[in-house]
């Protein structure tokens, strides 16, 4: 079946724009989960939806990131003012459930980059 | 919260050699520990994982330890194979499931 998708694949985008990234988990899964993997770094964990309760935002870094997740599939994270330090690319995984118990599936990624 | 270090960064091995990867977690509560292998320009995929009510799990040439009293998992590959070289990560979840702590990678280069 279909995996995680994510749009675009690239974006380029000139310093204090606002960009949109976003993410198809697979049908079924309750559990999204957004990451941003700088070059040559780990996967730094940003937030994570579980079904329709409220999400977990305590790993965006700032106050220009948010997320939201519609009807409990499509999911988009919204950066505002980009910045050149916010360059990386955006990893997006979802499970059935809880990560704890499911195996995450990731997208392709979207690969930012802040001129 | 969580904090997973994972050595070595790198790693080169002979083909047919083993290699073997370290991750150290904080937070005894953690109890799920996955490991991605992430070839280049592609998306981390699952390729083990234990829980914590297990202390060793193994699938062919690969097997993970688990030891919850010292806080550290490894990841043991057999046999090595040049298309096993890629960046392994190991990370660590806590019971609900809802974060997701990765170490910083493993660039792994096996050599023919």
């Known amino acids: 079946g279909a995996g995680v998708s994510q749009s675009p694949s690239n974006k380029v985008t000139e310093k204090g724009k606002d960009v949109e990234l976003r993410c198809d988990p697979i049908s079924g899964h309750t559990a999204l989960y957004w990451y941003r993997q700088s070059l040559g770094q780990g996967l730094e964990f940003l937030i994570y939806?579980?079904?329709?309760?409220?999400?977990?935002k305590s790993g965006l870094p700032s106050d220009r990131f948010s997320a939201e997740r519609t009807g409990g599939s499509v999911s988009t994270l919204t950066i505002q003012r980009t910045q050149q330090e916010d360059s990386a690319v955006y990893l997006c995984a979802s499970s059935w459930t809880s990560g704890g118990l499911d195996t995450q599936y990731f997208g392709p990624g979207t690969r930012l980059t802040v001129l | 919260g969580e904090n997973v270090e994972q050595h070595p960064s790198t790693l080169s091995v002979q083909e047919g050699d083993s290699a073997v990867i370290k991750c150290t977690y904080s937070d005894s509560a953690s109890n799920y520990f996955p490991w991605y292998k992430q070839e280049l320009g592609k998306r981390p995929q699952l390729i083990i994982d234990i829980r914590s009510n297990v202390g060793e799990k193994k699938d062919q040439r690969i097997a993970v330890t688990l030891n919850k009293t010292a806080k550290h998992f490894s990841l043991h590959i057999t046999e090595t194979q040049p298309e096993d070289s890629a960046v392994y990560f190991c990370?660590?979840?806590?019971?609900?499931?809802?974060?997701?702590?990765f170490g910083t990678g493993t660039s792994l280069t096996v050599i023919p």
């Open positions: 990370a660590a979840s806590n019971p609900t499931g809802n974060q997701f702590y």
């Open positions: 939806f579980q079904g329709n309760s409220a999400p977990d």
